[in-house]
């Protein structure tokens, strides 16, 4: 789910973009069929994705992408903060280092 939650964020999957079929992304991936299965029907859940059976699944274009956007900047800012805690960098060099980015 935050692999295809991912590329809508950056970009590689717009609104209304065809996403690869249960079977197809299992194989991309290495997963299993159910593993995909659940997710799609987990985003389709959260209206991050739109699924028609016979037709296939896609982007939903009444998606709040600066949401889906956010969302994942934060739990990238998260793991972030989890290895500065573990490597013991100071708060002040993490928002330095923020700001260098930035620019």
């Known amino acids: 789910m935050e692999q295809i ?3 809508i964020a ?3 999957w717009p609104p209304n ?4 079929s249960v079977r197809e992304l299992a194989t ?4 299993s069929i159910i593993t995909v299965k659940r997710a799609y029907l987990e985003l389709g859940r959260e209206g991050v994705i739109i699924t028609q059976q016979g037709k296939g699944s896609w982007v ?6 600066a949401t889906v956007q956010k969302q994942e900047l934060i739990q990238h800012l998260e793991q972030a903060s989890k290895l500065a ?4 960098i100071p708060e002040d060099k993490i928002l330095q280092l923020i700001k260098q980015f930035m620019e």
């Not at 973009?17 to 690869?20: D, E, G, R």
């Not at 939903?60 to 992408?65: E, N």
């Not at 805690?85 to 013991?88: G, N, R, V, W």
């Open 5 to 7: 939650k991912q590329r």
């Open 10 to 12: 950056v970009g590689d």
């Open 17 to 20: 973009t065809l996403l690869p």
């Open 28 to 31: 991309e991936t290495k997963l």
């Open 60 to 65: 939903s274009d009444t998606l709040d992408l």
């Open 85 to 88: 805690k573990s490597l013991a």
